[in-house]
């Protein structure tokens, strides 16, 4: 039986699926490069993905298997698809943007200016 996949953060079981909206609101995310990062309990934020105003897109080696970033150009959204969850996959995932249609490459943190307020992810076993 196919698991549905469950919308926005929360609890979720490992083994499911879901889908995150980008919740920064005052940036349109088709005019700029986008990416997502996420931000394990302790631990540091790391950048999962992003994608540039071309929909060029990069992901980081420890996710590009499960994870896809994805833009749906008519609703003005990001997203975040997340596959075959894990119990490490829990933290808190953010939205972010340059500010330029360009990305600056290697997904880090220290490029983007503009930040979502963060949805927490909880996968359990």
């Known amino acids: 039986q196919a698991q549905q996949e469950e919308f926005g953060g929360g609890s979720v079981q490992a083994g499911g699926s879901l889908r995150l909206p980008c919740d920064a609101s005052d940036i349109n995310p088709n005019n700029y490069c986008m990416g997502w990062f996420r931000q394990a309990p302790g631990g540091e934020r790391e950048g999962i993905a992003d994608i540039d105003r071309e929909g060029n897109i990069t992901y980081a080696d420890s996710v590009k298997d499960r994870f896809t970033i994805s833009r749906d150009h008519a609703k003005t959204a990001l997203y975040l698809d997340i596959k075959d969850l894990k119990p490490e996959d829990t933290g808190t995932y953010y939205c972010?943007?340059?500010?330029?249609?360009?990305?600056?490459?290697?997904?880090?943190?220290?490029?983007?200016?503009?930040w979502g307020q963060g949805t927490q992810v909880t996968v359990s076993s």
């Open positions: 972010a943007s340059t500010g330029v249609w360009y990305c600056f490459g290697g997904i880090q943190e220290r490029h983007f200016g503009y």
